[in-house]
């Protein structure tokens, strides 16, 4: 485990019992601002806390090794789901293509605690909430949080290679399609970064 991990969960746990640790470690990750950004599932936990920004991807992925190190199980939730059906209040310009957009696929974990599988998604950081993301203000550290997206589909998978596998075996995009959700991510990116600095 990189030295950087084991650092946080060091700071993140420290002196908290096991339902506390789990909610801090919720907290802190849920507070790295959302931003999609090219990344390998190999280094995205580390490049999450270098960055200090990240997307549902790296964020569940060091969300799953800190809860497993907490001996918390933990799967993998895949969703597929449309921008177009999420209640954000979009700027006039995004608007134009989150209603061009294919499906696309959110990633998030279900984790096991006192014997039930609860979903805990850690997605939009707090600042997003203002424009109408589904944040998690408050987690129980028992219950499952509300999806960071609404769902057409939900798929489970044990690893999350087999979710990304998953999700590359449905999203077959074409050239146009590609280039359009590029522009989308790169204009949604700059717009989250206006909201967090709105008084």
């Not at 339902?19 to 907290?27: C, N, P, V």
């Not at 998690?136 to 998978?157: H, I, K």
């Not at 959700?181 to 989250?192: A, D, I, K, R, S």
Request: glycine letters at 2%.
């Amino acid at each position: 485990m990189h030295e950087i991990i084991l650092k946080k969960f060091d700071e993140w746990t420290k002196d908290l019992d096991l339902k506390e640790s789990r909610i801090k470690i919720f907290e802190n990750i849920r507070d790295i601002p959302f931003s999609i950004i090219p990344t390998n599932l190999e280094n995205a936990p580390v490049e999450l806390l270098l960055q200090n920004k990240g997307s549902c991807l790296p964020k569940h992925s060091l969300l799953s090794i800190l809860f497993q190190k907490l001996e918390i199980p933990v799967k993998y939730a895949v969703y597929s789901f449309r921008w177009s059906d999420q209640r954000i209040y979009y700027p006039e310009k995004l608007k134009k293509t989150v209603s061009r957009l294919p499906v696309d696929h959110h990633i998030a974990c279900k984790a096991c605690i006192n014997d039930r599988w609860i979903l805990v998604d850690a997605t939009w950081d707090l600042p997003l909430k203002r424009v109408g993301f589904p944040v998690n203000e408050r987690w129980d550290g028992v219950n499952s949080t509300v999806n960071a997206v609404t769902p057409l589909e939900e798929s489970v998978f044990e690893s999350i290679q087999e979710g990304l596998e998953y999700v590359g075996s449905r999203a077959s995009y074409t050239r146009e399609q590609a280039l359009l959700c590029y522009t989308y991510f790169v204009e949604l990116n700059v717009w989250l970064k206006e909201v967090r600095t709105q008084k």
